[in-house]
């Protein structure tokens, strides 16, 4: 089988990053061997980016994936695979975060990460283990010490980019005025139904990489939304395309000149959603998509608490719930 190519996109940090990633978030999750045969399939098929966090359960896998391929000769050298990794809202403390980011390289059996990012703009208590908490354990979260340690991790060597996960334009901004080095990739929400146009704005201005999450709503998972999938507009537009709704919302994400992590672990649709890269929509098209009503699918509530660092949604999204 030939390996689909994916287009780059170069970072601030002069690194470059396929412009299509795979998701490793999933419940239930399935064992590690099962897993790790998914993470080979996708490296096959062409994925050399693929996005994991100390939460998900899934490094390990992952790792375990890039060696084999490493062994099949799939893919030459560790160099090749581009690996996103994040540090958790425990670990989200000046003094944690090498070594939370130790801790995940050595679940990866690997000297570094592509990208590490801060997941939230949230710390929670050092004791919760995993999605086990409530608003009540959030704590604050000193934004400057955390992104110091976050440089210090690119200075060693042991992540080749940093960033962040979730920030909105105040964080953001926050963030920026005590950096000295700044994000490479803000990784948001964005689909047709939450477009982000404001915050990838501010990012483009600001020399940031918007990564889309939840492209498609999360369609038929834990959380998931049917707004992205079932939209009539994009359903029309796939039809007389020929396309699926997945490929139309991928190719719009693309041209936007932003990436996207896609998270599907079946083997033909992990191959449709790489073929995206030798066709447009056209303006009419665009047009009819830029007017799909807004509404953010993922809230976030569990961070929310009326006496706590967010007392409310419109503060833990910046004003943009």
């Known amino acids: 089988m030939e390996a ?5 996109v170069l970072l601030n940090s002069e690194k470059n990053m396929p412009m299509i990633g795979l998701g490793t978030a999933t419940a239930p999750l399935p064992t590690n ?6 993470l080979l399939d996708a490296i096959e098929i062409g994925y050399r980016h693929f996005d994991t966090a100390s939460i998900y359960g899934t490094e390990e896998p992952l790792g375990e994936a890039v060696s084999k391929a490493l062994e099949l000769g799939l ?3 560790r160099d090749e695979v581009f690996i996103t990794s994040k540090l958790w809202c425990t670990d989200a403390h000046p003094d944690l975060v090498l070594k939370a980011l130790q801790t995940t390289l050595k679940k990866l059996k690997m000297e570094y990460v592509d990208l590490y990012l801060i997941h939230w703009p949230v710390r929670l208590k050092p004791d919760i283990e995993g999605f086990n908490f409530t608003g009540k354990d959030v704590i604050p979260f000193e934004i400057k010490g955390t992104w110091k340690a976050m440089e210090d991790c690119y200075r060693l060597g042991l992540a080749k980019s940093i960033g962040v996960s979730n920030f909105g334009i105040k964080t953001l901004s926050l963030l920026l005025e005590n950096a000295t080095i700044s994000p490479a990739v803000n990784q948001v929400e964005m689909n047709p139904s939450w477009q982000q146009g404001k915050l990838r704005e501010f990012c483009m201005k ?3 990489h918007v990564c889309a999450w939840s492209p498609l709503g999360a369609y038929k998972v834990f959380w998931g939304s049917n707004a992205v999938m079932e939209n009539p507009i994009l359903q029309k537009i796939a039809e007389a395309r020929n396309k699926s709704v997945p490929q139309i919302v991928l190719r719009w994400i693309h041209e936007q000149g932003t990436s996207v992590i896609v998270k599907s ?3 033909e649709r992990m191959k449709q959603n790489l073929e995206i890269f030798d066709w447009e929509l056209n303006q009419e098209e665009v047009d009819k998509i830029n007017k799909i009503p807004q509404c953010r699918l993922y809230k976030a509530e569990m961070f929310v608490s009326e006496n706590g660092p967010y007392r409310s949604l ?3 999204w910046d004003g943009d719930p």
């Open 314 to 316: 419109e503060e833990l």
């Open 33 to 38: 061997e099962a897993l790790t045969s998914i």
């Open 265 to 267: 672990f079946n083997k």
């Open 75 to 77: 893919i030459k050298t």
């Open 4 to 8: 689909k190519k994916v287009c780059e």
């Open 206 to 208: 600001k020399g940031i």
